[in-house]
């Protein structure tokens, strides 16, 4: 694919009429549509013979034994710290910057996310303030800790935007505090790390936590409109996740209902209702199927923003680091204030008004109204992340994104920093 430049091809810039460029549009191809009408057409509409198929080759896809599908990634995270048997009177590593699902499945447990600050280039948790939080929670400094003693019991990191963090040093964190680590891995399908260049690449899923948890979201990488999956080497913790995903029956409704199993099922835990469809699994199987392509385009496209938007002084870029296959789930930036004479939230009207959807990812947990009221997390403790949002944007980037609506955003922006500069 060629891409000419938009400074070569639009001097000035002058954007097209009504060209609006969405933030993200799913690349939805003929064979999902013909695999779903297949599934209406069975009579099979719930968890059942896709949904098994999706199961087995996202396992496969991504190196793991075995693989739950489930109707959110929130729902396969909250399985994984219910299946670790997380509880009141502990606490979880959390980072702040994050979105809302990493810590309130912490809370559904009735345990306490610890959230720590993040790396201001990559945005993943600071493993350093990791250990900061670690041990002021354990000497009672924790604004968190002041209502009950809390026992720290495991880590949640998140690979935000789909750059996958240094896994040896989580590990070694999670060892040194005899810590569980479950992976956010909502925007980490597919990606994969390495600790250096002689070592092997290992894939997100690919034994890389006790449970890895993706997304399927509609703007995520891959796509079952709402889904998520829950990865995990363990044969015990795939079972307790596996039952509790349905109400917490003996063995789930397609062997109840195919007749392969007995239809005398038992409760045996009060479980909760998360299993995918195979209607959303006849979306997954081909989505899977093209998974890597799409991610080839999406990174010739962040490859293509770096290079256009470089020499914007207002702009600072995301890294790209040598050891890692990025997913590119999305491309933030991060504006420098200091070269601007407008405000982030000015930047993204004015990008709007110009036809670019745009998005922040994300306003940091500690200043959201339940944890800055409930947990009371001063902005201080997080001297990277408050800072940090206020200058956040998410530019679109998506598989199919035509020529002229990259040009366009990659215009729209050069204008815009041009146009404002301090
Ligand atoms: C980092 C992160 N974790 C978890 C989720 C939740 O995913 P889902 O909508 O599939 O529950 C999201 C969704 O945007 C996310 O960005």
Not at 157 to 178: F, I
Request: net charge negative; hydrophobic share 45%.
């Amino acid at each position: 694919m060629v891409l000419s430049s938009p400074r070569d091809s639009l001097s000035g810039h002058t954007p097209p009429a009504a060209m609006n460029v969405p933030f993200f549009r799913p690349s939805i191809g003929e064979a999902e549509i013909a695999e779903v009408v297949n599934c209406l057409r069975s009579g099979w509409l719930t968890t059942g013979p896709t949904t098994k198929r999706f199961e087995s080759a996202f396992a496969e896809a991504v190196g793991g034994k075995h693989a739950v599908a489930v109707n959110s990634c929130t729902a396969a995270l909250h399985l994984a710290v219910e299946a670790l048997g997380l509880s009141r009177g502990q606490a979880v590593l959390v980072p702040t910057m994050t979105f809302a699902a990493t810590a309130e499945i912490v809370r559904y447990q009735g345990a306490v996310p610890v959230l720590v600050d993040c790396d201001p280039q990559t945005f993943n948790m600071d493993l350093d303030d990791a250990e900061r939080k670690i041990k002021m929670l354990r000497a009672g400094k924790l604004p968190a800790a002041e209502t009950e003693p809390l026992s720290i019991v495991g880590i949640i990191p998140v690979h935000v935007s789909g750059l996958m963090m240094d896994l040896d040093a989580v590990n070694a964190l999670a060892r040194r505090h005899g810590l569980w680590v479950v992976e956010d891995a909502a925007h980490a399908f597919p990606a994969a790390w390495r600790s250096s260049e002689s070592a092997p690449w290992q894939r997100c899923g690919e034994g890389t936590a006790a449970v890895s948890c993706f997304s399927f979201y509609a703007n995520k990488t891959i796509t079952t409109g709402e889904g998520g999956m829950a990865v995990t080497d363990s044969e015990e913790l795939a079972s307790r996740m596996r039952m509790m995903s349905l109400h917490g029956l003996s063995h789930d409704a397609w062997g109840r209902y195919s007749g392969g199993v007995s239809w005398d099922y038992r409760i045996v835990e009060a479980g909760y209702k998360y299993n995918l469809t195979d209607v959303a699994a006849a979306i997954g199987v081909h989505q899977l199927a093209r998974a890597e392509s799409m991610r080839l385009e999406r990174e010739t496209i962040a490859r293509w923003y770096l290079e256009e938007l470089v020499d914007l002084e207002a702009l600072e870029l995301p890294v790209v680091l040598e050891n890692r296959l990025h997913a590119w789930h999305l491309f933030p930036v991060r504006l420098r204030l200091d070269k601007l004479s407008i405000d982030r939230n000015a930047f993204i009207t004015h990008l709007r008004a110009a036809g670019v959807g745009c998005s922040v990812h994300w306003r940091p947990l500690h200043l959201h109204p339940y944890y800055s009221e409930r947990f009371a997390w001063p902005a201080e403790l997080f001297p990277v992340a408050s800072p940090l949002w206020e200058r956040l944007v998410t530019l679109p980037l998506f598989p199919g994104m035509r020529d002229e609506e990259r040009a366009h955003v990659v215009g729209a922006v050069r204008d815009l920093c041009r146009q404002n500069h301090a």
